[in-house]
């Protein structure tokens, strides 16, 4: 058990029957009344963010996580595989738990998050950077780059995302793999 002043961000607890992790937080100290905690937690299993407020004392259920490099193999029915880059064993990780999961090729080490309590899978959150290969894109107009014009371009993994127009087939380029956006190229 915890107390609601230790909340910070990446704290896990248990609320409600559910796991959430702290992704924002702020002592708030009204004119009249007591301190509160006004929090935002996601929730592990689906994504969805809930802003709650604690008053200060109060205890919550924490949960203790590991967190632990694995490498992404393939993709088969059961989920996507990957392997624990210590012990060599595989696991099957849901589409859903998987956050940048359409900008990961085979090879990609993600971080693999488990409640040490009983072994569960909480999630895998990809790198916030990584570089992908340029498959297809339309030409840039020559002449055309006094403005801020971008293309669209499919990336290896198939995924399509906004480009500058100077970003031609062949390129690495990087890209955030929270919202998609492109960030810079990348040479060889």
């Known amino acids: ?12 607890i248990r609320l409600d029957g ?12 009204p004119g009249k009344g007591n301190t509160v905690m006004r ?11 809930l802003e709650r407020t604690f008053q200060i004392g109060f205890k919550l259920e924490d949960v203790r996580v590991e967190r632990r490099p694995y490498q992404y193999l393939y993709q088969d ?4 595989i990957f392997m624990n ?8 990780i849901a589409k859903e738990g998987i956050e940048g999961v359409d900008f990961m090729k085979e090879g990609d080490v993600v971080e693999v998050v488990t409640d040490t309590s009983d072994g569960t899978i909480l999630s895998a959150e990809m790198p916030v950077k990584t570089v ?3 498959t297809h894109s339309e030409p840039g107009i020559k002449g055309d780059t006094a403005t801020n014009t971008t293309k669209p371009a499919t990336l290896e993994t198939g995924v399509e995302v906004r480009v500058p127009l100077f970003i031609n087939e ?6 955030d793999t929270r919202d998609g956006s492109y960030l810079q190229r990348v040479k060889e």
């Open 1 to 12: 058990m915890i107390n609601s002043q230790e909340i910070k961000i990446g704290t896990c």
């Open 77 to 80: 029915p059961t989920g996507y």
């Open 170 to 175: 062949g390129d690495l380029i990087q890209v």
């Open 132 to 134: 992908l290969r340029v």
């Open 39 to 49: 929090t935002k937690l996601k929730n592990v299993a689906d994504g969805r963010v």
């Open 18 to 29: 559910k796991i959430w992790t702290c992704i924002d937080f702020q002592h708030v100290k």
């Open 85 to 92: 880059q210590e012990t060599f064993e595989q696991i099957p």
